[in-house]
């Protein structure tokens, strides 16, 4: 393994047999932690082939079980994204879909970084869970044409223990690492098509359009190498998606987006990509008839109630879904205002993601413990008239102290300017 920690530090191509040997020494326990980590560090400093992706997503995907979804009929979509800040989207979009008719097999993962994850989320809806047996997927998928499990240990364990250490010794955001970790799963989980939302900007891995574009291509070239159809659409990520952050918070405003009073952000978002599912599935014949379909099932009520169909199937208590303010919420809260009137010009979902998981709804190690209730709900965006003293957003957390840890991160969150700020686009480009 030095060796090979050596090799890549010094810019040079890994073949199959030496990624095979990294990944089964890494899950047997062979391979220590801390060699890994430096492997990481090699990669994200220099770079992996679009070669060597391939390799290593071959070897994560086949690290475990795959799934066999060709008993179900229908073309089988599956939606992942690259992760960002407030980004609640699969709640939405998994039910939406499904009430349209596309089966939806999803495997989804937790937070990771600043980012958060559709598990955690899902966890804090009392009883639900995310583990089930490869028969139980299947039999949801047929009965509910919907069903969203979270990682177990044999499906992709190479990506799972991968992504928690990634997570915590800052080798997340390389382009490699993201594709390999991505299509591994997508493809474990045995989707016909897949449509992937690239973040882009403060609070995503991707910053630039440029780096979004390159992860698109390269997910687009595993996919086809695969035999399956990758939609790539690049998506803005400078401010948080919505007006909550934080798991439990996310699942109300999910729930308020599915019963048609969702924020127009999120609500644009997963029609845009709901209709690029539907588009693959075969369901829509342009993404225009998409979108009409799904407006026509969140105003008819029929998404929402795909959404409870799929709580109860996963064991979860119903009542909270219908009263969500019996989600769980943090007992401490702190208004956090603004000291200047004018207009918001920036709210950069870094800091907003960050002041989140200093909140405790994220991990800062491997082993730390989420509070469900924990987040943000912001109560000013860009493009937003502020006074002086108003409150620009509302801090949970169940210890006072962390308010001092996350006041910080606000206050370079939030910039004022004099003049209305232009606003800019939510979705940036589309490739397939
Ligand atoms: N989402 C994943 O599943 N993996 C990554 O590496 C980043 C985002």
Redesign the pocket.
Known sequence: MVDLIIKKRRGFELNKEEYALIIDGFISGKIPDYQVSSFLMAVCLNGMTSEETAILTDIMMHSGETIDLSEIEGIKVDK????GVGDKTTLILAPLVAAAGVPVAKMS?RG?GH?GGTIDKMESIKGLSVEMTRAAFIENIKKHNIAVCGQNANLVPA?KKL?AL?DVTGT?DNIS??SS??MS?KLACGADAIVIDIKVGHGA?MKTIEDAEALAEMMISIGSKMDKKVTAVITSMNEPLGYTVGNALEVKEAIETLQGNGPNDLTELCLELGSQMLVLGELAKSQDQGIEILKELIASGKAYEKFKDLVVAQGGNLGVIEHPDLLPRSQYSYAYRSNTEGYISDLNALDIGVASVKLGAGRETKTSHIDHGAGIILKKKIGDHIEKDEVLAILYSNSEANFEKAKALMGSAYKISEEKPALKPLILKTIQ
Do not use: Q
Not at 80 to 83: A, D, F, I, K, P
């Open positions: 992942h994204s690259t992760g993962g990771l980012t990506d992504y990634r997340v690492l993201i970790s991505i799963k891995f």
